[in-house]
Nanobody, 123 residues
Framework: QVQLVESGGGLVQPGGSLRLSCEAS????????MGWFRQAPGKERDIVAA????????YYVDSVKGRFSISKDNAKNTVYLQMNSLEPEDTATYYC????????????????WGQGTQVTVSS
């Protein structure tokens, strides 16, 4: 049973930066593929970034490439999402998710979800 806790959301101006953190309880954290998803009001929950359990493989949705970076620290059981050059379109609730296998970049293979953290980009 994987439990996930997100933190780091908040209000930021366009062009600003935030770093989201996701702490996992799973003792085999290094074996689980994980990802960040976001959901804006009235929209689907969509993939933002994903990372393999080892950290060797990453994925980014086109709209955040070059601006966001996903990383993990297995020793701390923590996954991060560094968000730079934020735009109003990035405003959403961001969710950390974990799969059972070593890599997952889709809702269909994610089994566990955090409670979400709100990111608002506005001037």
């Amino acid at each position: 049973q994987v439990q996930l806790v997100e933190s780091g959301g908040g209000l930021v101006q366009p062009g600003g930066s935030l770093r989201l953190s996701c702490e996992a309880s799973e003792r085999t954290f290094g074996s689980n593929g994980m990802g960040w998803f976001r959901q804006a009001p009235g929209k689907e929950r969509d993939i933002v970034a994903a990372i393999s359990g080892s950290g060797r493989v990453t994925y980014y949705v086109d709209s955040v490439k070059g601006r966001f970076s996903i990383s993990k620290d297995n020793a701390k059981n923590t996954v991060y999402l560094q968000m730079n050059s934020l735009e109003p379109e990035d405003t959403a609730t961001y969710y950390c998710a974990a799969g059972i296998r070593g890599y997952c970049a889709d809702r269909a293979c994610m089994n566990y979800w955090g409670q979400g953290t709100q990111v608002t980009v506005s001037s």
